[in-house]
């Protein structure tokens, strides 16, 4: 399989990190990464560590990247060096532009969609503004006349559903979109999918992560509104009412740690998609420890299913407690633009979840 | 991706088994399977339940597979109906041709490479008679003009290797060969390809096996005298010379229970095939109870390793000791077949591990 170039829409946490993580995977070069107040391009390979050092503390995470998958699922890939909401600054530009190798952009994923022949993946690393934010994006690129790989780290099932409306669109346009390419759903349902070969039937899949974030606390303000929608007393709406105070008074009520069962999130049509098992079959549930970097639970994903011999059984795969959250969304979200490029390649288009990427039937 | 249509060279226990499993599988359609007394063949799709009872307890294994990829690795996926080392019979014919499916051949597996054009994958299933039978029958198929996937289930770093020499007669002729795509390497070595994403830097892959085979132990004396030249006191040469008696008295000395480590294992060429780590870094062991059926032992893969952002942590995967090997060899064979063929239609050929087939980089 030939090199594989790829940008990175997005220059906060996650798109640091995949372009710092891609320094370490052979043939794969990055070829451009913007946010909203520039872009650098060079089809020859960006120099990321000139990129990275000129834009630390210095990048633009827009609002708290709420949608994004994690190792737990739940929280945000916060961005240690950012401040909430906006725009770090020091130097001369913003953001990406204090790179040399950027400028300033009015449009700046316009640039990158008109470099798209040069592009064979575009990691949307985008903190999620709108709900359908991803999904005009991806219009954009077909629009443009881009025919590559599209790759999101995304968790929400609605986000899903949209790029599902838009399946055909993107099947005619010569687009790979694969969704949900992070930790969770990505990684674990990866996993899931994996596990599932010793069964010729899934009774359940059971999906318990574990994340401590007290350093990433502070910017990830959000998404933890968004967990408490999960808890049992709460639903979306009321969480959307709380104030600030009521969030910390609730989150002083249970010592730091929430603990969620039965979370509504993206891994079960995936699994769903993928032929593992049916959506209702799946669970997801975890343990978020706000006052503790280190994680309250081991990330765990149980499958269990009966094998074609009538027995039944449970095959088991864990992530070891030291891994971070970067570093479980980068990892995989990488390998999954790898594969999405071979399908690209091999001419299947439209959206495809991580575990479709899993060898399987 | 359309259909697939699959041919079994071999109707012994691997064979049987993936015609079973694959009847689990949709778009996954058995069109031919042969033994060395002849063969079944129709575009269509086989029969599956009239083959398989028409020749229960009647199959030709040959001499015991004792190649062949286990749940553990060491011991051979035997079959508890194969009397050892012939044919049983019952009925009019021999082997396959008890089948009303089947004729008799002299060369039935030169009329399934002459329908191999309707054949998408063959899954050689085949004991392996001597080290060089696949490889010698991978060089039958290219004379006979196939292309498509060849895949098997053999654990033996030497046969990959003699499959390595062909790999540019094998691209040449537009075959993707799938090699060691049972339970270990095949699943196991998928397993830790997997896991080693959370990390940019691998430093070693442990893969620990039970094997519980109390009720197989009859059909699979060859390969526990196999297993035996990897304990300490013995190697390949001595322990060829053993008798049976001899094999016996180890047996009995070890209580039944066999415990084997750094054994040598194609789990190491294939991870480091696929990138994960060097072969030197890989381990592989575990425990054979041939006096239970219980698993003496969970099959375990632990893949440790550096994180980008500097953390060591062991990300690990288990098998349900409920699991039989054969449900670990044949689901994932099945999956890594069609993996394959996605391969082999994107125009991806020569020869290719497990590990390869998943997501990463």
Redesign the interface.
């Known amino acids: 399989?030939d090199d594989i170039t790829f940008a990175v829409l997005g220059t906060g946490g996650i798109g640091r990190?995949a372009l710092?993580?891609s320094q370490?995977?052979?043939?794969?070069t990055p070829v451009a990464a913007c946010d909203r107040h520039g872009v650098a391009i060079d089809s020859a390979g960006l120099d990321v560590d000139e990129l990275l050092e000129a834009t630390e503390g210095n990048i633009d995470s827009g609002p708290q990247g709420e949608d994004v998958a994690t190792d737990g699922g739940a929280v945000a890939e916060g961005d240690g060096a950012t401040a909430s909401g906006g725009v770090k600054q020091h130097g001369e530009g913003e953001g990406v532009v204090a790179s040399a190798q950027a400028h300033p952009s009015e449009d700046p994923i316009q640039e990158i969609i008109d470099h798209g022949e040069a592009i064979d993946a575009v990691l949307l690393a985008l903190p999620n503004y709108e709900h359908d934010f991803i999904p005009r994006t991806a219009d954009r690129f077909v629009e443009g006349g881009y025919s590559g790989v599209l790759i999101d780290v995304l968790k929400r099932s609605r986000v899903i559903g949209m790029l599902d409306e838009r399946s055909e669109t993107l099947e005619q346009a010569g687009i790979t979109f694969v969704c949900g390419a992070g930790a969770t759903p990505g990684?674990l349902t990866?996993?899931a999918a994996?596990?599932?070969?010793?069964?010729?039937?899934i009774t359940d899949v059971d999906i318990w992560w574990g994340v401590g974030l007290e350093s990433g606390y502070e910017d990830n303000r959000g998404t933890v509104r968004e967990d408490i929608a999960h808890l049992p007393e709460y639903d979306l709406e009321t969480a959307r009412s709380l104030s600030e105070d009521d969030i910390e008074a609730i989150v002083d009520d249970h010592d730091g740690v929430l603990e969620f069962e039965d979370m509504e999130h993206a891994d079960d049509v995936l699994l769903e998609r993928a032929?593992v098992c049916d959506a209702a079959d799946v669970t997801v549930g975890g343990v978020l420890d706000v006052r503790n970097d280190e994680k309250p639970t081991t990330t765990t994903v149980r499958v269990?299913g009966r094998?074609?011999?009538g027995?039944?059984?449970?095959?088991?795969?864990?992530?070891?407690?030291?891994?971070?959250m970067?570093?479980?969304v980068?990892?995989?979200a990488?390998?999954?633009l790898?594969?999405g490029v071979?399908?690209n390649?091999?001419?299947?288009y439209g959206v495809v979840g991580?575990a479709e990427?899993?060898?399987?039937?």
Chains 1, 2 share one sequence.
């Open positions: 399989m990190r710092e993580v370490h995977k052979d043939a794969l990684l990866g996993a994996l596990a599932a070969q010793s069964f010729v039937e032929g269990t094998t074609f011999d027995e039944t059984a449970t095959n088991t795969f864990q992530l070891g407690d030291a891994t971070s970067a570093a479980n980068n990892g995989p990488l390998g999954y790898k594969a071979r399908r390649r091999a001419g299947e991580p990427l899993m060898p399987g039937f």
